[in-house]
């Protein structure tokens, strides 16, 4: 079982959909998930940082964190053409193992 | 503007030449990483550097080298020892201890061995 799974897409949607973006991991001592924006051939950026169990709301962006079955989404509201792009997810347990999913590829179509 | 330059941005290199790709940074950071980035597969990390002539290795580090002499700088050398350099590379660095996640990522450089 890889540490870190990820739907690959890719994931088609037309502009205004909600997107849910899902990783799944195997490593309970994970303590801190991230999820990154990464625009064709440039490097990811930091879209949520997120501590523990939990939601967290940015804007149109929601993170969730579920540790018991470890499982964390990224919810998109209203989703626009400049929203597509890969995401990966990561996460770390703070200095010791950090590892990103192999990414989920988004095309919002106007 | 603060930030990560990576350079060159698409690189050729022919079977058994060894290449250096250059990341420069001024955003202050202590911590610095290499990580490879090939379809379909999560990023792997190279090598990282917590300070000024330390480095360590990461998860896949045979057939690279790296050096970091100033803490603004992190070359990595992809040798002639890589049996599969094709790649994108791309350089982060973080604040403080390595791997607490907030990583600042370059651009990347595309390496296209002929």
């Known amino acids: 079982q890889k540490e870190v799974e990820q739907d690959p897409g890719p994931l088609s949607v037309p502009e205004g959909a909600i997107v849910s973006l899902n990783c799944t991991y195997s490593n309970s001592a994970f303590q801190y998930f991230m999820w990154y924006r990464q625009y064709s051939r440039k490097g990811p950026e930091l879209l949520m940082y997120t501590y523990s169990s939990g939601n967290k709301e940015d804007g149109r962006f929601t993170a969730q964190v579920d540790k018991s079955s470890k499982y964390i989404s990224l919810f998109i509201r209203d989703s626009q053409p400049s929203d597509s792009a890969t995401y990966l997810c990561a996460m770390t347990n703070y200095g010791q193992n950090f590892v990103f999913g192999p990414g989920t590829r988004l095309s919002v179509l106007p | 503007d603060g930030g990560i330059t990576q350079s060159p941005k698409y690189l050729f290199r022919k079977e058994g030449q060894n290449v250096t790709l250059s990341c420069e940074q001024n955003?202050?950071?202590?911590?610095m990483y290499w990580y490879r980035q090939d379809p379909g597969q999560g990023l792997r990390l190279i090598y990282y550097?917590?300070?000024?002539?330390?480095?360590q290795k990461g998860d896949i580090a045979e057939g690279y080298s790296v050096s970091r002499e100033k803490k603004e700088s992190f070359p990595l050398t992809v040798t002639s020892a890589q049996k599969n350099p094709t790649a994108f590379y791309l350089c982060?660095?973080?604040?403080?201890?390595?791997?607490?996640?907030?990583?600042?990522f370059g651009e990347g450089s595309r390496l296209t061995v002929l």
């Open positions: 955003l202050n950071h202590d911590a």
């Open positions: 982060a660095s973080s604040i403080g201890r390595v791997n607490t996640g907030e990583l600042f």
């Open positions: 550097s917590q300070i000024v002539n330390d480095f």
